[in-house]
């Protein structure tokens, strides 16, 4: 396969380069690119430095397939423009998820839907419900999944590297006893995020919930191809570096046991069962950085929903939150 990757010098798009090597993604042809402020550095990939271009049509010819993590307006700018040159993208923003005839795909859910492409783009979900999706849809395949209420606790690699600096130094400056230096030096986030929890991630509607918000709803209804699925839904940031937690509160159709479910998803593709809660083991976004799966664990009856339960989630958000759902879709391709 001809593979280019745009936003090659980004966070999420290291991390794609970096899994593509890992899972030996059959490349023939490797072309990073990048906007133009970050041409010319170089990135490593099957063992040599590569040289970042500048994103351009031509950048396209000839390949099969163009991973892009270079926010929204480069997809809307440059999928178009890829697809039109033959290449099928596989496009991380929020650009294109809830066009009705661009699939939004998580492999071990909705792998069949990247057959039906018309505009030659294939969406990757956002992280937070990725990790949702991969939780429920083994339960709600048994159960019928009808609600979810969720309340998100994002890492702030979900925001990219600046996001990442902004945590240490404002950490360090609270330490130091600076705390009003800390909190000038918010940027990325509308308020110091070292050691605080911000109830915002994304920005807000007239109706009081945020953009995130609004994936977790809509992308996780398309995914699962559940239209009226009921969804509740608050994100908030923590002053994690790397994993994304999920609280969930799940309601199904018919009655499902903790036992019963432990069993599902324990058996659940990617998905790897952490609930022995009396030794103290449940999913860590700590133990999930840097790791493939979706870790599930807290799970128990709800005490106020008929056929709920409750349960914890955390998982990598650039791994199978961005860059390796995104490997995962162009193997499909592949
Ligand atoms: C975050 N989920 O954690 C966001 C990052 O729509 O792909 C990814 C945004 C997206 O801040």
């Known amino acids: 396969m001809r593979v280019a990757v745009l936003g090659a010098t980004g966070l999420v798009g290291k991390e794609m380069i970096a899994t593509l090597e890992a899972r030996c993604f059959p490349v023939d042809d490797f072309r990073p690119l990048s906007s133009p402020r970050s041409a010319g550095t170089k990135v490593r990939f099957d063992g040599r430095d590569w040289e970042v271009q500048a994103v351009s049509p031509e950048g396209f010819d ?46 071990e859910i909705n792998k069949k839907a990247v057959e039906d492409r018309p505009k030659g783009i294939i969406a990757n979900p956002n992280c937070s419900t990725i990790h949702g999706v991969m939780a429920l849809y083994p339960l709600h395949k048994e159960a ?7 309340t998100t606790l994002q890492s702030v690699s979900g925001s990219g590297w600046k996001a990442l600096v902004e945590l240490e130094d404002e950490s360090r400056m609270v330490l130091d006893g600076n705390v009003e230096g800390a909190n000038e030096r918010a940027s990325v986030y509308p308020h110091r995020i070292a050691f605080g929890a911000v109830p915002q991630v994304g920005s807000f509607d007239d109706q009081g919930y945020t953009d995130e918000e609004w994936k977790m709803v809509n992308e996780s209804r398309k995914i699962m191809g559940a239209p009226e699925l009921k969804v509740d839904c608050t994100c908030t940031r923590v002053p994690v570096m790397r994993g994304h937690s999920l609280s969930i509160t799940a309601q199904f159709e018919r009655k499902i046991s903790p036992s019963e479910a432990r069993a599902i998803l324990a058996d659940a593709p990617g998905v790897v069962l952490k609930d022995d809660p009396s030794s103290s083991i449940y999913p860590l976004a700590t133990d999930a950085a840097g790791t493939d799966p979706v870790y599930v664990g807290r799970i128990r009856e709800s005490l106020s929903l008929e056929n709920g339960l409750d349960l914890w989630v955390a998982s990598d958000n650039i791994r199978k939150g961005a860059a390796l759902n995104a490997v995962q879709i162009a193997e499909l391709l592949a």
């Open 144 to 150: 019928g999944l009808s609600r979810m209420i969720v």
């Open 62 to 107: 000839g390949v099969d397939v163009a991973i892009f993590s270079a926010g929204g307006d480069a997809s809307r700018k440059w999928a178009p423009v890829a697809a039109e040159r033959g290449a099928v993208v596989v496009d991380n923003s929020s650009a294109w998820r809830m066009d009705p005839q661009v699939p939004l795909v998580v492999p």
